[in-house]
């Protein structure tokens, strides 16, 4: 499965440069989804229990390391985008720990 707009993630790795383990979390997440062709979303959950299905279209946000790094990630059939990525602190000004706000947020940027 193709992960599309890794620049995302990339331009969040140089904020955190000297974080080794979050890079470490960030590669290993690319890999994971460029090697994987999960069928389903039970098997993305499956395959990374640190996935939590915030949204019924098929976003995700990924947990990373104690950085606490959110990555809310489009799954679909054979292509999977990166939406957004931040730490926690910018997780709860932007999306106030709330699925409603992420469906807003979600609905504001067109992605659904």
């Known amino acids: 499965?193709?992960?599309?707009?890794?620049?995302?993630?990339?331009?969040?790795?140089?904020?955190?440069?000297?974080?080794?383990?979050?890079e470490a979390a960030v590669r290993k997440l690319i890999e994971d989804f460029e090697s994987n062709e999960w069928k389903s979303p039970k098997k993305l959950l499956k395959s990374r229990n640190d996935a939590d299905k915030v949204h019924p279209d098929g976003f995700y946000f990924f947990n990373l390391t104690e950085h606490r790094t959110m990555i809310l990630i489009e799954f679909g059939d054979s292509e999977s985008?990166?939406?957004w990525c931040g730490d926690h602190k910018s997780y709860e000004l932007t999306f106030k720990n709330n699925k409603n706000t992420i469906g807003k947020w979600l609905k504001t940027?067109?992605?659904i």
């Open 1 to 22: 499965m193709r992960l599309a707009n890794q620049k995302l993630l990339i331009k969040h790795l140089r904020k955190n440069k000297v974080n080794r383990l979050l």
């Open 109 to 111: 940027k067109n992605w």
């Open 81 to 83: 985008t990166v939406v």
